[in-house]
């Protein structure tokens, strides 16, 4: 697809959120499985069936686009959810891990909330405001994860430091 109108841009940065959405939702289980606090596994829970939604959603305005979702792998993406997983491997301290694990998670919704920002802003531009109202309900879902990571960092933090004063 030539990318010769702002259309075309916005149908192909769609397609690239699809894309990374469903790389997410690949790295969700292992992030949950690896977690150790239950509240950062229920807020990896929670987003995991947010993710779901966010596709479905990003999947019905390709529709209205007469536009697949498939045909452009997030290349942006490709690599933030790999940060987890070789942190998971190199098998830290737990608390260490989950702070790991927080930061990996805020990168991802760092990324997204900057492409959601992005397309809803186009969305507007190009008089779609049906498709403007859900992905600004995605966006804010991005922020509402992005501000409870934070929170927990703030514990989680403080007891991966005081483990590390421990020893």
Same mark, same amino acid.
């Given at each position: 697809?030539?990318?010769?109108?702002?259309?075309?841009?916005?149908?192909?940065?769609?397609?690239?959120?699809?894309?990374?959405?469903?790389?997410? @939702? &690949? %790295?969700? =289980?292992?992030?949950? #499985?690896?977690? /150790?606090?239950?509240? !950062?596994?229920?807020?990896? +829970?929670?987003?995991?069936?947010?993710?779901?939604?966010?596709?479905?959603?990003?999947?019905?305005?390709?529709?209205? @686009? &007469? %536009?697949? =979702?498939?045909?452009? #792998?997030?290349? /942006?993406?490709?690599? !933030?959810?790999?940060?987890? +997983?070789?942190?998971?491997?190199?098998?830290?301290?737990?608390?260490?891990?989950?702070?790991?694990?927080?930061?990996?998670?805020?990168?991802?919704?760092?990324?997204?909330?900057?492409?959601?920002?992005?397309?809803?802003?186009?969305?507007?531009?190009?008089?779609?405001?049906?498709?403007?109202?859900?992905?600004?309900?995605?966006?804010?879902?991005?922020?509402?994860?992005?501000?409870?990571?934070?929170?927990?960092?703030?514990?989680?933090?403080?007891?991966?430091?005081?483990?590390?004063?421990?020893?």
């Amino acid at each position: 697809m030539e990318l010769d109108t702002l259309e075309a841009l916005y149908i192909d940065e769609l397609k690239d959120l699809w894309s990374a959405e469903k790389q997410i @939702l &690949k %790295a969700l =289980p292992k992030m949950i #499985k690896a977690a /150790g606090h239950k509240d !950062l596994k229920r807020a990896f +829970s929670v987003h995991e069936r947010q993710t779901r939604q966010q596709v479905t959603r990003l999947e019905r305005i390709l529709k209205q @686009l &007469k %536009a697949s =979702p498939r045909g452009k #792998k997030g290349v /942006g993406m490709e690599g !933030l959810p790999e940060e987890g +997983s070789e942190l998971i491997k190199e098998k830290p301290d737990q608390d260490v891990l989950d702070a790991g694990l927080i930061t990996a998670a805020q990168h991802v919704e760092h990324y997204e909330m900057a492409g959601y920002g992005t397309v809803r802003t186009w969305a507007r531009l190009l008089n779609r405001d049906d498709q403007a109202t859900l992905l600004q309900q995605t966006l804010d879902e991005e922020g509402e994860t992005d501000k409870l990571l934070t929170k927990l960092a703030e514990s989680i933090n403080r007891e991966a430091l005081s483990r590390a004063d421990d020893e």
